[in-house]
């Protein structure tokens, strides 16, 4: 047992180092920052690259890691994240995470993308207490970050620029008032973050062995988990968040094996948030509405639309493109059907209720499984299994997820992460191959596996559920759940309950994201866990803001635009990554409200 503890102190030294900077820039900011992720795979690769290629001595490779991860932090900060932190924080969090692409594929441009092996700097297990075996690279790495802690307490308690620090993260506004120069503080934070992402990545890459660009972020995760464990904005809440994290994943590891990692680490951290909603150590929102999502509402109207376009819409895409076009053409088509499909039910979530949910992975697997189980096991036709596939997305995730609504600010946003994260986790632990085989849909017994047919099925699927929005935005209940979005306190005071049409809201988008996961699954005709990933959680909040947070027919215009303009790059992967990264922080900057709605 005590090798297992060991092993979780060190890697809670990793998730401490990362949830500091995570904490830190939220603090001074507000911002949740998910370009922090991308500087553990730049520094892993930085110091391979340097101690590698270049032969350079470990502790100077260390220090050039430093500077380089500060020094691209102080330049995202200053050219992207603090223009729109100061306007729009969900903005300035689309845009991190925008980063955090370009970041990584930039990495994979320069480095590849293939695992490399970590030199030996320091000795592995010339240590031991007792059968226990450890190396000079354990203690080095837990007497570093204890080194760097006690310089950051003195730093924030005793240094002017520090103290400085401590009054922004305490209260922005009054520190301006006070000649505080709140711009440069958050330039420095920025910096301290990133240097300390770079830091923790090299740390990762020592103890594990390996080095790879794209291997921050499932440490980012955990370490984003620990900053909220801990309580965002609160250094020691993020320091003993990353140590308890550690111990605790160590453990369930070794109890319930590494399949099993996920569910432990989210799991803890909806039970924080639904016990203590600020974190251990964090200050419990005081705000009542979700400032990620509100930010947008009210920013600007719709644009008109004309009647005739709607015709010509119909057209083009019903019958122009599955006719005319060729298969790839048709393909394409497909898959931006179906994210528009997804995305126009996250709409009522996003756009009226106001809540900004990043877990929606979660019901599009539920979806997808369910069809494929019904399917394959107990033989029900695809045009049963579709509906039935939707419907258990919206029940299992509404009973999932009907905890964390009274949950407050950023820290519902962060819940439906970890719960769509934990959702999929799941899956994996009891489905771990996959389904394979997957019945296509038919007709009367004709198969329909060409891709005009597919094409045709979910542009019929895309219409219906354009209708079902449409109605639901101009009906009382629509109007109620915009309430809540608008304004909950008066919602309240009115005597809408808000956390019950927050759920209800949520139940809707996970109908849509179910049968969006349905449809993929069987014309996939295989599914598994890989494929329901954070990051397509991301792409459908993205082509909601894309299109207008609050417009069903928005989501058609961003899926479009993420999913099908984006196919020209297929070719170079990751260049497709980074262009898309550059198009949504150029979106977010200059239609804050989306292509179809009016800048304010």
């Not at 009907?402 to 962060?414: D, R, T």
Request: aromatic content about 10%; charged content about 10%.
């Amino acid at each position: 047992m005590l090798d297992t503890l060991i092993a979780g102190l060190l890697r809670g030294n990793v998730y401490a180092l990362g949830a500091v900077g995570i904490s830190l820039v939220f603090g001074v900011m507000n911002v949740v920052n998910f370009a922090q992720f991308s500087f553990f795979g730049l520094g892993a690769m930085l110091s391979w690259f340097f101690v590698v290629k270049l032969g350079l001595p470990f502790w100077l490779a260390l220090l050039l890691v430093l500077a380089i991860c500060g020094a691209i932090g102080l330049l995202i900060n200053a050219t992207v994240v603090r223009p729109l932190a100061k306007y729009l924080p969900l903005a300035a969090m689309l845009s991190t995470y925008a980063i955090s692409l370009i970041l990584d594929n930039a990495s994979q441009v320069a480095f590849t993308a293939q695992f490399r092996v970590f030199p030996e700097v320091l000795p592995t297990s010339n240590l031991h207490i007792g059968n226990m075996r450890f190396g000079t690279s354990d203690v080095v790495m837990l007497g570093t970050t204890a080194a760097v802690m006690v310089v950051m307490t003195v730093f924030l308690k005793y240094g002017k620029v520090g103290r400085a620090i401590r009054a922004t993260a305490q209260d922005q506004e009054a520190a301006l008032q006070m000649g505080i120069p709140v711009g440069q503080v958050q330039h420095v934070s920025f910096v301290i973050a990133s240097a300390l992402g770079g830091l923790a990545g090299v740390f990762i890459a020592l103890y594990v062995g390996v080095a790879n660009p794209s291997s921050g972020l499932d440490v980012g995760l955990t370490s984003f988990v620990a900053a909220t464990l801990g309580g965002l904005g609160s250094l020691v809440g993020a320091v003993i968040g990353g140590f308890v994290l550690g111990i605790l994943e160590a453990f369930g590891i070794h109890f319930f094996g590494d399949t099993a990692r996920e569910i432990i680490v989210f799991v803890i951290l909806i039970v924080v948030l639904i016990v203590r909603p600020g974190g251990l150590f964090g200050k419990v929102p005081l705000i009542s509405t979700e400032p990620l999502t509100g930010t947008f509402l009210g920013k600007g109207r719709p644009l008109r639309i004309p009647r005739w376009v709607w015709p010509l819409a119909f057209a083009v895409l019903g019958i122009v493109v599955p006719v005319f076009g060729n298969d790839y053409l048709v393909t394409t088509g497909t898959q931006v059907l179906i994210y528009a499909i997804i995305a126009a039910g996250f709409t009522v979530t996003a756009g009226q209720a106001g809540v900004l949910a990043l877990g929606q992975a979660g019901p599009i697997a539920i979806g997808a499984y369910a069809s494929a189980l019904l399917t394959l096991y107990l033989h029900v036709p695809f045009w049963v299994a579709l509906p039935l596939a939707g419907l258990a997305a919206a029940v299992v995730a509404s009973i999932l997820a009907s905890p964390i609504w009274g949950v407050k600010g950023h820290y519902v946003s962060i819940a439906t992460l970890g719960l769509g994260i934990a959702i999929v986790a799941v899956i994996q632990l009891v489905l771990p191959q996959g389904l394979y085989n997957i019945p296509v849909p038919d007709w009367f017994g004709t198969p329909l596996n060409t891709p005009q047919a597919y094409y045709w099925i979910d542009f019929g699927v895309l219409v219906i559920t354009l209708i079902v929005m449409w109605r639901l935005r101009t009906s009382h209940l629509g109007k109620v759940i915009s309430s809540v979005g608008s304004d909950e306190v008066a919602a309240l005071s009115s005597g809408v309950r808000g956390r019950d049409y927050k759920a209800l809201a949520f139940a809707v988008s996970g109908f849509f994201a179910g049968i969006g996961g349905s449809l993929l699954a069987h014309q996939y005709t295989y599914i598994d866990p890989t494929i329901f990933t954070m990051l397509m959680s991301l792409l459908v909040v993205t082509i909601v803001i894309l299109g207008g947070v609050g417009l069903p027919y928005g989501a058609v215009v961003g899926s479009i635009v993420l999913i099908g303009a984006m196919e020209l790059l297929r070719f170079t992967p990751e260049l497709r990554i980074i262009v898309y990264g550059l198009v949504l922080i150029l979106v977010v900057r200059f239609r804050p409200g989306g292509i179809l709605v009016r800048n304010s």
